[in-house]
């Protein structure tokens, strides 16, 4: 009897000896198989964060709150496998979810999770009509909150993003264009992207200046200025004075010229609401000279009408003299008498 008790025994030794927990199931009891923690956009602690874990086979859900320090440990008798891990909050969305994570028998695994507000992003173009207009500032205002962003190559597009939820008054401006036409307020709902596009009307330019011709101001000088969009054209003034005024900018070709003097053409672009002054000297056309100095005829031509009608003067006086002395000889005779 003796010796059956003490068989008994080691036989009970060697089954407690055989049996060993698995780490599955030390994992499933005593361990955690999904920690982690759950900060803000600004790296604080974010309780209240609901992370969950489904198994891709069973599609088994796992859940966990984050604590007021934003960690989380989600206990439990996992069945090895891959498994979803997502984290959730009203009106926000984790940076990250993963996806087929694997757990293997004892395996503990941390997962972190940044959880971002849900807002709104209004984008759009800003353009005058055909061509885009870059650094253009748009601004998003209420009584709240005010956002702004500017227009970028390579077609003026602009995004403003993290808006707060809200009704705004929203204005495109740039200098050298007309701020925005007003518009009805824009109504920015959570999660949505909504487009406004905008056109500008450009500022007119000016432009001025004075021609000059050996340094005083030249009248009379006719100034045209001219592009493919645009022609005006003006005569300076007594001064030497000309003006432009309502030009809209570009690149534009500028000519100035005047009967008697060589023309000259330039070029000059103009941006928005530029006020430029240009001014040009004049140069005499000594070859083609057409400026008259006598019955319409240039200097050359003038100067021998002159010798011309000269000699003509002297050749008639002449005639007269010797008409004279024929018909009174004793002019002549007296001439010598008084010599003598």
Known sequence: ??????????????????????????????????????????????????????????????????????????????????????????????????????????????????????????????????????QATVTLINEQRSYSNISVNPLGRYEISKVQPGTYTVVASKVGYYSSDPMPPVVLVRGETKNVDFVLQEQPAELGGMVEYDGDGLKGVTVKLSSTLFTAETITDEDGNYSFSQVPSGSYTITFSKESFLTITLTVGLTPFEVRELDAEMEYDNVNNTQTFLLGLDLAHSLMIIGLTVSLMVLVIGIYVNYKIRRKPELLDRDDSEKD
């Open 1 to 134: 009897m003796r010796k059956l008790s003490v068989v008994l025994l080691a036989l009970a030794l060697v089954l407690c000896s055989a049996y060993v927990p698995d780490r599955a199931s030390s994992a499933g009891v005593n361990g955690t198989d999904f920690v982690g923690s759950v900060v803000n956009e600004t790296g604080s602690a974010f309780p209240g964060v609901e992370v969950r874990a489904i198994n891709v086979t069973t599609l088994m859900t796992y859940k966990a709150t984050t604590g007021a320090d934003g960690n989380y440990t989600m206990p439990g008798n996992f069945v090895p496998g891959l498994y979803n891990v997502t984290a959730h909050f009203l009106n926000h969305s984790a940076n990250v979810s993963y996806v087929n994570v694997l757990i293997k028998s004892g395996q503990s695994v941390r997962l972190n999770f940044t959880m971002l507000e849900v807002l709104c992003k209004l984008t759009g173009y800003v353009t005058n009509g055909t061509t885009p207009i870059y």
